[in-house]
């Protein structure tokens, strides 16, 4: 390592971000726009958050690369891009709270169909009744489906809630269902909140008979990736009311005017906002600072996902 580490990060002020700005590091400014010209130079790389493809395909530009960071929890988009030797760190940990949070409250505005209230305040209604008594979180069943640390966070927050909690994840390990016993695990969960990462396992996983599996009444929230829900297959389940839906993400995304998601029944749509609210930058910052004086001393890196360790 350089006695000077040239650095890239995604705010104007990194030091006022991020507390302090570790010793031994230059740093420029790029978030998508224009480039430095320390192009050659950049060593550690923090892209933006939601800077889409433009903060990504400059990864396989950079020569002298040695660590992308990454704000996201997801970083299989970035795999096709990364050079032998770069290693890849997440922010795992990051967007726990955020996320876990929105799960809970898209079940609870599904549950109590927050939706058609908000619909009656703007015509400014106030129904004696519903035809419907709102359905309950407590005494139901919530599936995980990929548990780990975003899953963690959500049942801690379920906690309260007087519900069962399923655990499941790719492997079993304990307390955690292996994925391989969802078709028995299924039918038993009023809620199905899917956590999984985009992998070309997970890619359509929720497909027909996933969905066929789930009991009459059931909901599915997706705080994941829309990739992982077969979307044809969907409507279809949803269109015969059988099931609702509470979706973060959609496949594809942004859905577009027109799409027959908007307008399909029992279907609660969030524009994939799951990691953005005031949790997230706090807990970012806490990460890049840690993995900056981490790297300048020589210490190992946490949340390696890809490349070699450092």
């Known amino acids: 390592m350089a006695d000077v580490v040239k650095a890239w990060l995604p705010w104007e002020d990194p030091d006022t971000f991020l507390g302090g700005l570790p010793a031994g590091f ?47 929890a997801g970083f299989e988009h970035v795999l096709p891009h990364l050079a032998e030797g770069v290693t890849l760190c997440n922010a795992r940990g990051v967007h726990d709270a955020s996320t876990a949070e929105l799960a809970v409250a898209l079940i609870l505005a599904s549950y109590r169909r927050l939706p058609r209230a908000v619909r009656d305040q703007e015509k400014q209604l106030w129904p004696n009744s519903y035809d ?55 039918p038993r969960a009023d809620v199905v909140v899917l956590l999984t990462p985009a992998t070309a396992e997970t890619r359509g996983m ?22 992982v829900v077969d979307t044809d297959a969907l409507l ?30 029992n279907v609660l749509i ?3 906002r799951g990691g953005a609210s005031t949790a997230f930058a706090p807990r970012v910052a806490r990460l890049v600072r840690a993995q900056l004086e981490r790297y300048a001393s020589g210490e190992p890196l946490i949340n390696v996902v890809a490349g070699p360790p450092r």
């Open 26 to 72: 230059d740093v420029d400014f790029y978030d998508g726009g224009e480039r430095p010209e320390s192009l050659a130079e950049v060593e550690v790389y923090v892209p933006g958050y939601m800077g889409g493809s433009r903060v990504i395909d400059i990864v396989g530009e950079m020569p002298a690369l040695k660590v992308v960071q990454l704000q996201t």
């Open 270 to 272: 969030n524009p994939h």
């Open 206 to 227: 929720v497909d027909a008979k996933f969905l066929a599996s789930l009991k009459d009444g059931a909901l599915l929230v997706n705080v994941a990736r829309g990739v």
């Open 132 to 186: 419907e008594v709102d359905d309950s979180l407590a005494d139901r069943t919530v599936l995980i489906l990929g548990y780990g640390s975003i899953g963690e966070a959500l049942e801690r927050r379920l906690s309260g809630f007087e519900c069962e909690v399923i655990r499941v994840a790719r492997r079993a390990r304990d307390g955690v269902h292996p994925i391989s016993e969802l078709p028995e695990l299924l």
């Open 236 to 265: 279809a389940e949803l269109g015969t009311r059988r099931i609702s839906a509470a979706l973060d993400v959609t496949d594809p995304e942004p859905l577009p005017a027109g799409h027959p998601l908007w307008s399909a029944p």
